[in-house]
């Protein structure tokens, strides 16, 4: 009976636990205080009152391409993220070199932020190109983190 009480005791504080650390780090997780989304243009009569939701905000546009590294010559179909200025709100970018996010994150980046996994995979490092579409980019950092991406998606 004690073992069972103790292991009792064990999981609910494992999941108090669990719970409190989740609730400090949300924002982390999210990478803001609210995310909507939507695969349409969010309707117009609506407008209002997103406008109410707050003063700041960054707009996302994510897809799937054809991407390709013209100095290889590889093509791969992945995610692409293009995002506004001041995300994220909470937590940082870890990139290389360290500048490259907090330059994305200010808006003063004329480049593309790639993920380390594709760069790998096709031998491609910042400095490099990444062309989407007709739309050529030079990469200006390699992407190890992102707040408000877990790597969980449905």
Do not use: C, H, M
Not at 7 to 33: C, K, M, P, Y
Not at 129 to 140: E, M, Q
């Amino acid at each position: 009976i004690v073992l069972g009480i103790a292991a009792l005791v064990g999981i609910n504080s494992f999941g108090d636990n669990l719970a409190r650390s989740i609730g400090e780090q949300a924002r982390e997780l999210l990478g803001a205080d609210l995310v909507l989304s939507s695969s349409q243009t969010f309707d117009a009569k609506i407008a209002p009152a997103l406008a109410k939701l707050g003063r700041t905000r960054s707009d996302e546009a994510s897809f799937a391409s054809l991407v390709s590294f013209p100095r290889t010559q590889d093509v791969r179909l992945a995610q692409v993220r293009a995002l506004g200025a001041g995300f994220p709100y909470y937590g940082e970018w870890d990139t290389e070199p360290a500048a490259a996010g907090a330059q994305f994150k200010a808006g003063k980046s004329s480049g593309a932020l790639v993920d380390d996994v594709l760069l790998v995979q096709f031998n491609a490092r910042v400095g490099d190109s990444v062309k989407v579409g007709t739309l050529t980019l030079p990469i200006v950092g390699r992407v190890l983190s992102t707040p408000g991406q877990t790597g969980f998606s449905a």
